[in-house]
T-cell receptor, first 112, second 115 residues
Framework: DAKTTQPTSMDCAEGRAANLPCNHS???????VYWYRQIHSQGPQYIIH???NNETNEMASLIITEDRKSSTLILPHATLRDTAVYYC?????????????FGDGTTLTVKP | DVKVTQSSRYLVKRTGEKVFLECVQD?????MFWYRQDPGLGLRLIYF???????EKGDIPEGYSVSREKKERFSLILESASTNQTSMYLC??????????????FGPGTRLLVL
């Protein structure tokens, strides 16, 4: 799996948009970008994924650059409950193994 | 909603005990996984299974075994628990890829302490 690089930590004011960057410069053509988050002492929670087009769901938006070497997860109106560690992962489509290599992620702290 | 459940949230065992961790998913997923998560080491894959009675070693299988007798259930077994197996254990299951990528769903985790 391609390696990803994320900032160690970020702060965001409650109600503002949180923009979490991820670099994946060695991504291959068949690899998707996934975002998960992990709230303290819970299992990781799937947020969103994409291949090359921007994606949006009820939780977040995913912006992938045209060259696919980086992406940004956007939480449009961050709340205190969004405080968590956010992981960016790249993984081939339908590996059948589904191995997930979670690095250290970005610790997002949403402040009142 | 996909639901992945694990038999215990917290578990305390003694060195040498046999430990069973159970995971159940309710979405008919073929693929299931066991990971452990330790500070500074991220998630590490222990074993995975892509079908009933099938299993594959992950990156750190030593000291562990698994059992998948039914599609919805994947068990992790510590034959003789040791203190270095104190960790957070996470189970996951995966939707089959259907042209839109493969999404992995995780259980709440079991925090195991081996004394």
């Amino acid at each position: 799996d391609a390696k990803t690089t994320q900032p160690t930590s970020m702060d965001c004011a409650e109600g503002r948009a949180a923009n979490l960057p991820c670099n994946h410069s060695t991504i291959s053509g068949n690899e998707y970008v996934y975002w998960y988050r992990q709230i303290h002492s819970q299992g990781p929670q799937y947020i969103i994924h994409g291949l090359k087009n921007n994606e949006t769901n009820e939780m977040a938006s995913l912006i992938i650059t045209e060259d696919r070497k980086s992406s940004t997860l956007i939480l449009p109106h961050a709340t205190l409950r969004d405080t968590a560690v956010y992981y960016c992962i790249v993984r081939p489509y339908n590996t059948n193994a589904g191995k997930s290599t979670f690095g250290d992620g970005t610790t997002l702290t949403v402040k009142p | 909603d996909v639901k992945v459940t694990q038999s215990s949230r917290y578990l305390v065992k003694r060195t040498g005990e046999k430990v069973f961790l159970e995971c159940v998913q309710d979405m008919d997923h073929e693929n299931m996984f066991w990971y452990r998560q330790d500070p500074g080491l991220g998630l590490r894959l222990i074993y995975f299974s892509y079908d009933v009675k099938m299993k594959e070693k992950g990156d750190i299988p030593e000291g562990y075994s698994v059992s998948r007798e039914k599609k919805e259930r994947f068990s992790l077994i510590l034959e003789s628990a040791s203190t270095n197996q104190t960790s957070m254990y996470l189970c996951a299951s995966t939707t089959p890829g259907q042209g839109t990528g493969e999404t992995q769903y995780f259980g709440p985790g079991t925090r195991l302490l081996v004394l």
